[in-house]
Nanobody, 126 residues
């Protein structure tokens, strides 16, 4: 069993930066893949980024590539999502999720994620 807790959301202006944290506890296996997803009002949940715990491989959806950076702190068992140059379209509730069944390169499929944390709201004003 894995527990995840996301934090760090808030209200920022367009162009600003924000860092989200996802604290992970429980049984953390080396084959864990951790992802960030988001859901904007009235829209479906979409994948943002994934990282593989064992090799640190990272993957991003096209709209955030070059602006967002995902990382994993092994000592703190925490995944971070550094979000730079935020845009109004980044406004959403952000969720972190984890899976032991999918490699990081496939964790864009939220149906394959086993564990979910509660979301944290990010609001970007233009």
């Amino acid at each position: 069993e894995v527990q995840l807790q996301a934090s760090g959301g808030g209200l920022v202006q367009a162009g600003w930066s924000l860092r989200l944290s996802c604290s992970i506890s429980g049984f953390i296996s080396d084959d864990l893949a951790i992802g960030w997803f988001r859901q904007a009002p009235g829209k479906e949940r979409e994948w943002v980024s994934c990282i593989g715990k064992s090799d640190g491989s990272t993957y991003y959806t096209g709209s955030v590539k070059g602006r967002f950076t995902i990382s994993y702190d092994n000592a703190k068992t925490t995944v971070y999502l550094q979000m730079n140059s935020l845009k109004s379209e980044d406004t959403a509730v952000y969720y972190c999720a984890a899976t032991t069944f999918l490699p990081a390169r496939l964790c864009y499929d939220y149906n394959g994620m086993d564990y979910w944390g509660k979301g944290t709201l990010v609001t970007v004003s233009s």
